[in-house]
């Protein structure tokens, strides 16, 4: 039985071929990716056993969708089946000074027209011990925040240890939505993950003295925001993912962890990263941080291990991050030489 159970929605990933443009390419790479799910092949590339539970149509592209996962060892036995479309994220991937776009158009989903009657939490959890979700599912409809509702309810009653990755997406709710949904949501979570950005625009807790869009950051600045997101919800650990974007290829990316318990705050070391992917980065972490806090780790080891997983995604182009835990351990032990293995 799965251990953890993540649960969101998958998509079909369009993508020009390089570094095209939309207006120029004439043909698309298609895979799939969505955060919830790129979690869990994370975990299972781990050796973790992992459930992702989302609502898919019945038909062929459905079906992909759920291959795309089974290849890795990821559990699709509790997907639900029906509507009629997967939803699409269509990727620019940027480079030098010109950033990536991203354009959903995930409107009528499966999941998106999904009811709280789909999903029977009772069942899912069986077995279980950690249930993460992100704010992106949420952001989808008032009848997904009520699903998510109930899976935090269900967990909660069962005791499973709840994480939410904040991931706010203005193209899918506005702020004052964000905040009403998830300030409701969040009572229910034990591990909260968030980056620059996210913990301002949910709920107004900004870091001072920095500025994203140059690169600067103030890393003393993320211990008051980890610690007031502590506060205000009870969270047993804040992780705050910090990136300072000089270009759309290199961009330096660390990690805070704060336990509320111990008062204990860990910053990862800084790693100097040449994208070959971004997107996914941040799901990557979250699988990291869960694997390494499900396996005992200290706050200093899990977000060691959870930067380097993250780090190493970055390398890897698509949504899924295929990596193994002996290269996460050998990146976060401080080999970062790229050198060939042979």
Same mark, same amino acid.
């Given at each position: 039985?799965?251990?953890?159970?993540?649960?969101?929605?998958?998509?079909?990933?369009?993508?020009?071929?390089? $570094?095209?443009?939309?207006?120029?390419?004439?043909?698309?790479?298609?895979?799939?990716?969505?955060?919830?799910?790129?979690?869990?092949?994370?975990?299972?590339?781990?050796?973790?056993?992992?459930?992702?539970?989302?609502?898919?149509?019945?038909?062929?592209?459905?079906?992909?969708?759920?291959?795309?996962?089974?290849?890795?060892?990821?559990?699709?036995?509790?997907?639900?089946?029906?509507?009629?479309?997967?939803?699409? $994220?269509?990727?620019?991937?940027?480079?030098?000074?010109?950033?990536?776009?991203?354009?959903?158009?995930?409107?009528?989903?499966?999941?998106?027209?999904?009811?709280?009657?789909?999903?029977?939490?009772?069942?899912?959890?069986?077995?279980?011990?950690?249930?993460?979700?992100?704010?992106?599912?949420?952001?989808?409809?008032?009848?997904?925040?009520?699903?998510?509702?109930?899976?935090?309810?269900?967990?909660?009653?069962?005791?499973?240890?709840?994480?939410?990755?904040?991931?706010?997406?203005?193209?899918?709710?506005?702020?004052?939505?964000?905040?009403?949904?998830?300030?409701?949501?969040?009572?229910?979570?034990?591990?909260?993950?968030?980056?620059?950005?996210?913990?301002?625009?949910?709920?107004?807790?900004?870091?001072?003295?920095?500025?994203?869009?140059?690169?600067?950051?103030?890393?003393?600045?993320?211990?008051? =925001?980890?610690?007031?997101?502590?506060?205000?919800?009870?969270?047993?650990?804040?992780?705050?993912?910090?990136?300072?974007?000089?270009?759309?290829?290199?961009?330096?990316?660390?990690?805070?962890?704060?336990?509320?318990?111990?008062?204990?705050?860990?910053?990862?070391?800084?790693?100097?990263?040449?994208?070959?992917?971004? =997107?996914?980065?941040?799901?990557?972490?979250?699988?990291?941080?869960?694997?390494?806090?499900?396996?005992?780790?200290?706050?200093?080891?899990?977000?060691?291990?959870?930067?380097?997983?993250?780090?190493?995604?970055?390398?890897?182009?698509?949504?899924?991050?295929?990596?193994?835990?002996?290269?996460?351990?050998?990146?976060?032990?401080?080999?970062?030489?790229?050198?060939?293995?042979?």
């Amino acid at each position: 039985m799965a251990k953890v159970i993540t649960f969101g929605e998958l998509m079909i990933r369009l993508q020009p071929y390089n $570094y095209e443009r939309f207006v120029q390419a004439d043909r698309l790479e298609f895979s799939f990716g969505g955060g919830e799910a790129n979690v869990a092949v994370s975990l299972a590339n781990f050796g973790m056993d992992v459930a992702y539970v989302t609502r898919l149509p019945a038909h062929a592209i459905g079906q992909a969708a759920v291959n795309s996962l089974r290849r890795y060892g990821v559990d699709t036995s509790r997907i639900v089946r029906g509507g009629d479309r997967v939803g699409i $994220y269509f990727n620019e991937k940027g480079a030098s000074q010109r950033g990536s776009v991203c354009i959903y158009d995930r409107a009528h989903s499966a999941i998106q027209e999904a009811l709280p009657a789909d999903f029977d939490w009772d069942r899912i959890f069986e077995g279980a011990e950690w249930f993460h979700f992100t704010g992106i599912t949420p952001a989808l409809g008032p009848n997904l925040v009520e699903i998510c509702r109930e899976a935090c309810r269900a967990a909660r009653a069962r005791g499973i240890r709840i994480s939410c990755d904040l991931n706010y997406r203005g193209k899918l709710w506005t702020r004052e939505q964000a905040r009403e949904a998830m300030t409701d949501l969040c009572q229910y979570v034990d591990v909260c993950i968030s980056n620059e950005e996210d913990a301002r625009d949910v709920f107004g807790i900004e870091a001072g003295a920095t500025d994203i869009t140059a690169g600067e950051i103030n890393r003393e600045g993320y211990r008051s =925001v980890a610690r007031q997101l502590a506060d205000k919800f009870g969270f047993e650990k804040v992780a705050v993912t910090l990136r300072e974007s000089r270009s759309a290829f290199d961009n330096g990316w660390s990690a805070m962890l704060y336990d509320a318990a111990s008062g204990e705050y860990c910053f990862s070391k800084k790693y100097e990263l040449h994208i070959i992917d971004r =997107v996914g980065g941040g799901d990557s972490f979250g699988g990291g941080l869960i694997y390494a806090l499900m396996n005992g780790r200290s706050t200093r080891e899990a977000v060691e291990f959870a930067a380097a997983a993250s780090a190493l995604k970055h390398s890897v182009e698509g949504d899924y991050n295929m990596v193994t835990v002996a290269e996460v351990e050998k990146l976060a032990g401080g080999d970062g030489s790229g050198r060939i293995q042979r």
